[in-house]
């Protein structure tokens, strides 16, 4: 299969679904995959979309000019779909938790994930709670591909990652309908917030260079 260039881009602040991207997912890779997927209004995204499609519509016309017939083509990571009735720009990315390099070495990484201050997360454990809704940026990189048997696409894979603001699956007093009262407090407790309040996330993820590229 030919290597064609890859091309880094960044995301506009999305809101995550189903995030991956702190503890690879198994299920159908044993040696562990991240995902980080987002949406968002399609008119923040509406530069991104242009830029993405220009990579595959130049792809596209570089694989028929070198196999002059038809192909296989693959659905795309990225486009609009309808969410409850609104239309929502969506992006998919993925990369490899760790796998074996050509010289039969074993390789791992993290993926590399700062908080709304730019700072490089190294608490990664205070992330395990995080829910859908989360909200943040994803770094990636589109890479073209064709291969006579797999066809023509574009993968995009995952880079880093940006947490802007923090949902986790115990949510806050709003989410469940509660609200301050006077009576017992908890002696260890996590700061509450108002359901219209943003409060970014603010942590300290080592990560591991990876010389790799899926």
């Given amino acids: 299969m030919e290597t064609y260039q890859s091309q880094k881009f960044t995301s506009p602040i999305v809101s995550f679904e189903y995030p991956k ?7 159908f890779d044993d040696f562990g ?19 993405l499609d220009q990579v595959w519509n130049k792809h596209k016309t570089t694989v028929l000019d070198q196999v002059r017939s ?13 969410v409850d009735g609104v239309s929502r720009f969506f992006l998919k990315t993925k990369t490899k938790a760790s796998g074996i390099d050509k010289t039969g070495k074993a390789w791992s990484r993290q993926v590399t994930i700062f908080d ?13 709670g995080m829910w ?3 909200t943040g940026r994803i770094s990636f990189s589109a890479t073209p591909f064709f291969g006579a048997g797999i066809g023509a696409g574009v993968s995009l894979r995952l880079n880093a990652v940006q947490i802007i603001n923090l949902q986790t699956k115990e949510g806050n007093t709003a989410d469940h309908g509660f609200k301050p009262e006077e009576g017992w407090a ?24 990876d010389p790799f590229d899926f």
């Fill in 70 to 82: 038809n192909y296989r083509t693959h659905d795309l990571p990225w486009g609009f779909k309808d």
């Fill in 116 to 128: 709304a201050q730019g700072n490089v997360v190294t608490d990664r454990e205070s992330l395990n």
């Fill in 186 to 209: 908890s002696t260890a407790k996590a700061p509450a917030k108002a359901s219209n309040e943003t409060v970014p996330f603010d942590a300290t993820a080592s990560i591991g260079d």
């Fill in 21 to 27: 991207f702190i503890v690879p997912d198994t299920k």
């Fill in 132 to 134: 859908s809704g989360t």
């Fill in 33 to 51: 995959r991240y995902e980080a997927r987002g949406t968002c209004d399609p008119m923040l995204a509406a530069d991104l979309a242009d830029q």
